[in-house]
């Protein structure tokens, strides 16, 4: 007999997916403990196990999964390839309306302005900023930048300067980043520009003293001048997307965390294997969550699957934690679905998103 944890780790399933097909009756464990509820496989139900993850990453609906196994089972080759081949059908006729919307977009987004493809800049911007204000800035967006070559207005820190404020907001689309400083010197229209990594780094050295430092744009330039000493290059060719539409979200509970404790929790707490290759192309471990009507936020057992629960990426949550810089941060939960917001309780300007990533169901 094989463990749920063994079975999990040897077909791909994950636990709380095995959890789920014994409730549905598609994949029922052989035995279950009668005191401590825990499922036990038959190695034959591995290769079951195997295929049902196999025909999950290929999207099959359930109804035609239990088929398959039902037909798997019993040798009857006949409804198993019948049953491959029509949603094989069904696969490819989705994949031919992809292409025909797609097709449609792109013919709209050619008689568009191509953000992509924007004209040279020619605004002329020069303001003063606190050094210590602006390093912490950088410090709490820094870790949400994107590495997709795919999208590369996201390879580096958006620089919107408004009024008397500077905003710094950075995103992979699976994290976001947005921090404020005041500004001294600009009264003049909007101005944005995307300061790539790099840049930032070199400008983030600089801001060692507490002395003001200097930031101009000229067209596609930028320059922090701290001093004698100066980093300046090109700004990225590129448009960012509209932050103020992705950061609109329905209020939700707010939780009030001790952050040493809280990082304890995650580093020592249980986490789930992710099904969702982000970034890298690498599973990631999950932290499950719950906020309790008491304020309270709990790292929850493998075993808890309250509908309620968010999960998040531990890694991105705990870089998030750092980035604040704060010994508590206030959590804000919304439904399931809706991103994780960690805000600072003294700032809530300086805040991160994190998108929740869906459990196994």
Not at 182 to 188: K, Q, R, V
Not at 253 to 277: C, D, I, N
Not at 331 to 339: D, Q, R
Request: glycine share 8%; hydrophobic share 45%; charged share 25%.
């Amino acid at each position: 007999m094989r463990s749920i944890g063994e079975t999990a780790r040897d077909s791909g399933l994950g636990v709380s997916a095995l959890r789920f097909y014994d409730r549905a009756g598609v994949l029922v464990p052989a035995w279950v403990d009668p005191v401590s509820g825990y499922r036990w496989y038959t190695p034959e139900q591995l290769d079951e196990a195997r295929l049902l993850a196999r025909l999950r990453r290929a999207g099959m609906p359930l109804a035609d999964i239990r088929l398959v196994l039902a037909g798997w089972s019993s040798a009857d080759t006949d409804l198993v390839r019948g049953l491959l081949q029509a949603h094989l059908r069904r696969l490819e006729l989705g994949l031919a309306d992809a292409r025909s919307e797609f097709s449609t977009l792109r013919a709209l987004l050619d008689h568009r302005e191509n953000p992509m493809t924007a004209a040279p800049r020619t605004a002329t911007v020069r303001l003063s900023v606190s050094a210590p204000e602006l390093a912490a800035a950088l410090d709490s967006v820094r870790f949400a930048t994107g590495v997709d070559p795919e999208l590369p207005m996201l390879g580096g820190i958006l620089f919107d300067v408004e009024g008397d404020a500077l905003r710094l907001v950075a995103t992979d689309r699976y994290r976001m980043a947005v921090a404020r400083t005041g500004t001294a010197g600009h009264g003049g229209p909007r101005v944005q520009v995307i300061v790539p990594v790099p840049l930032a780094d070199a400008m983030r050295a600089l801001l060692g003293g507490e002395e003001p430092v200097t930031l101009a744009v000229e067209g596609d330039r930028v320059t922090l001048e701290a001093g004698d000493r100066q980093a300046a290059g090109q700004c990225l060719a590129y448009d960012f997307p509209d932050y103020r539409r992705l950061v609109q979200l329905p209020s939700g509970r707010k939780a009030l965390v001790e952050v040493p404790a809280f990082r304890e929790a995650l580093e020592t707490g249980p986490v789930r294997a992710s099904g969702v290759h982000e970034r890298d192309g690498a599973s990631h471990e999950l932290s499950v969550l719950r906020a309790a009507d008491d304020g309270t936020v709990t790292v929850c057992d493998d075993g808890d699957d309250d509908q309620n629960n968010v999960a998040v990426n531990r890694g991105f949550l705990l870089d998030a934690l750092a980035a604040a810089g704060r010994d508590r941060l206030t959590l804000e939960f919304g439904a399931p679905t809706a991103p994780l917001a960690i805000r600072r309780t003294d700032d809530e300007t300086a805040f991160s998103l994190l998108m929740p990533v869906r459990l196994d169901d």
